[in-house]
């Protein structure tokens, strides 16, 4: 499912029109983007929890020329599925 799709179920289940759906649904983005810049979680209970985890810089291969790389530290996003996501796909 993409983005066109995800917004044409939420115009459909919440009975409002694409328009309204999209602007729902950037909405929820937008906000849950800024709360992780800022360094907060974001947990949707029953769905499941966003939050920014760093990573360290380490020493990497580079397959090809088999020659060391050094490989920056960077903040990546974690998602842990909350128990009635899980609860769903099992």
């Given at each position: 499912?993409?983005?066109?799709?995800?917004?044409?179920?939420?115009?459909k289940?919440?009975?409002?029109?694409k328009?309204?759906?999209?602007?729902?649904?950037?909405?929820?983005?937008?906000?849950?983007?800024?709360?992780?810049?800022?360094?907060e979680?974001?947990?949707?209970?029953?769905?499941?929890?966003?939050?920014?985890?760093?990573?360290?810089?380490?020493?990497?291969?580079?397959?090809?020329?088999?020659?060391?790389?050094?490989?920056?530290?960077?903040?990546?996003?974690?998602?842990?599925?909350?128990?009635?996501?899980?609860?769903?796909?099992?």
């Open positions: 499912m993409n983005k066109n799709d995800l917004i044409n179920e939420i115009a289940s919440a009975g409002i029109s328009k309204e759906a999209e602007a729902a649904l950037s909405a929820m983005l937008e906000n849950i983007t800024k709360a992780l810049k800022n360094g979680s974001t947990t949707l209970v029953g769905f499941g929890a966003f939050s920014v985890s760093k990573r360290a810089a380490r020493e990497g291969v580079n397959p090809q020329t088999k020659e060391k790389i050094k490989i920056p530290a960077k903040n990546v996003v974690k998602f842990k599925a909350g128990k009635t996501l899980n609860s769903a796909l099992n």
